[in-house]
């Protein structure tokens, strides 16, 4: 009997699923592969948040493959010697996989493509595996990606999106082949304590959920910060328990405003896949430089850690860097806010608070953190660069009523909107019944120090 060997990556599903597809088409046997990969924990890929939802999504994808006949093997070590000496302990003729967008997954196909050629096997990556539209294929003309978002959605909607295709009905694996126990998520410490659940089981159950009751109101109510009108599907996406190729068609099948928009919001995810995949230093260096002379020292070290803490006097954004450390998670228009802060009020490194964010949360998608960032500090892909989110606007905007903050700074509980954004204009005797810092810089002086700083002045 011929073999194949599936490497699971970031596509931990069995709905959808080109790799495994393509193996059980052309083999008699597969051996669904994941390894943890020492490389991206070196590199500080793997904090507690994201060890604890894998550990949900690789049992889950056992527990499916268990019941149509099969099992997940599961080894340790720098992926491309694992996966080799699995082909060879399982006799396997090709590896099938998902394309990443990353340097470090390019690299690690190229190097997987040639140990195995070197020992007469065969390596196929398939696109469109963690992404909707592969990236490469919507492009200007003239260039290798899109550099702005609205003519990339033009193009992107005027192509069809892959057919999704259901699980398969039964997977065998061949005998005698061991694996190292499955991780378990009780062993990870340091996981945030309102962490969600993975797992294709739980995604597939939110996006039902969500085309059910959700999605109608999306397009009216997605920014509305106490409300929590998103699909919390990023986590999914992320680890791939779901198909961003069924969330397309899924969404479209509904139909009506709130799933145009919420298609969009997929758009973004495959736009900065494509320009990660063009441009992979942009995870580490600008993508437009805009001369920025980043504040460093003692006192910018202070207000980045009262920003980490949720202690920067401005309610919404303590709000949501709070509400990141509690969940592993924030609402998309929290993160524009806490990172719009940090880089544009205080005018710290956009590096330094993407940093912060991988280490907590669960969605830490390199493309799409790196680039968001990219794009909030001005040195990304926004036409706009020097835009500045103002907290105490956005927060009369997005929570009229005070309730998200209510929600995430309990001290201040009692204060009803409007003074809950800009508690520290209340009387003094009034101010001092509430346990909660003035701002760290005032806004106009925020602005002015970014303004310096873009300048060089």
């Not at 969605?363 to 960032?373: E, I, K, P, R």
Request: aromatic letters at 8%; proline letters at 7%; a neutral charge.
């Amino acid at each position: 009997m011929n073999v194949a060997v599936v490497l699971y990556t970031s596509d931990l599903r069995l709905h959808d699923h080109p790799p495994l597809r393509a193996a059980l088409s052309s083999c008699d046997q597969v051996v669904p592969l994941f390894v943890r990969d020492r490389a991206v924990a070196a590199a500080g890929f793997a904090p507690p948040n994201r060890q604890a939802f894998l550990a949900d999504c690789l049992a889950g994808l056992d527990a499916g493959l268990r019941d149509r006949g099969g099992r997940l093997v599961i080894r340790s070590g720098d992926a491309v010697p694992e996966v080799c000496a699995l082909v060879r302990e399982a006799d396997a003729d090709e590896v099938h996989m998902a394309a990443g967008v990353s340097a470090y997954a390019h690299a690690r196909e190229e190097r997987l493509r040639a140990a195995l050629e070197a020992d007469g096997r065969r390596l196929y990556v398939h696109d469109a595996v963690v992404t909707v539209q592969a990236p490469g294929t919507v492009t200007p003309a003239g260039s290798d990606h899109f550099a702005v978002f609205t003519p990339y959605f033009r193009r992107w909607t005027e192509l069809p999106a892959r057919a999704p295709a259901a699980a398969p009905r039964a997977v065998r694996v061949p005998e005698g082949i061991g694996s190292e126990p499955l991780p378990s998520r009780s062993a990870v410490t340091g996981v945030s304590p309102g962490l969600a659940r993975g797992g294709e089981t739980e995604a597939r159950r939110l996006l039902t959920n969500w085309l059910r009751t959700g999605i109608t109101r999306y397009e009216d109510t997605h920014d509305d910060l106490a409300g929590d009108a998103t699909s919390r599907l990023s986590p999914h996406l992320h680890f791939g328990t779901l198909s961003p190729a069924e969330a397309v068609h899924r969404a479209q099948a509904a139909g009506g405003a709130g799933a145009e928009a919420f298609v969009r919001q997929l758009c973004w995810r495959d736009f900065h896949h494509q320009v990660l995949a063009a441009r992979p230093r942009a995870a580490v260096e600008d993508y437009r430089g805009r001369g920025d002379r980043w504040r460093t020292g003692a006192a910018a070290e202070e207000e980045t850690e009262a920003w980490k803490a949720g202690r920067t006097g401005y309610p919404v954004v303590d709000a949501a860097m709070r509400q990141l450390r509690h969940e592993g998670w924030m609402h998309n228009r929290s993160r524009l806010l806490a990172a719009s802060f940090l880089t544009k009020t205080l005018y710290v490194d956009w590096r330094t608070g993407a940093r912060h964010f991988l280490e907590l949360l669960v969605d830490g998608d390199l493309a799409n953190n790196q680039l968001n960032w990219q794009w909030v500090a001005g040195t990304g892909t926004d036409t706009r660069p020097n835009r500045v989110l103002n907290p105490v606007r956005q927060g009369l905007l997005h929570d009229p009523d005070g309730r998200y903050v209510h929600r995430w700074v309990p001290e201040l509980a009692g204060l009803p909107a409007p003074a809950v954004h800009a508690p520290w204009r209340l009387p003094a005797p009034e101010r001092a019944r509430y346990d909660y810092p003035g701002p760290l810089v005032e806004l106009a002086d925020g602005q002015e120090r970014f303004r310096r700083g873009r300048a060089g002045g």
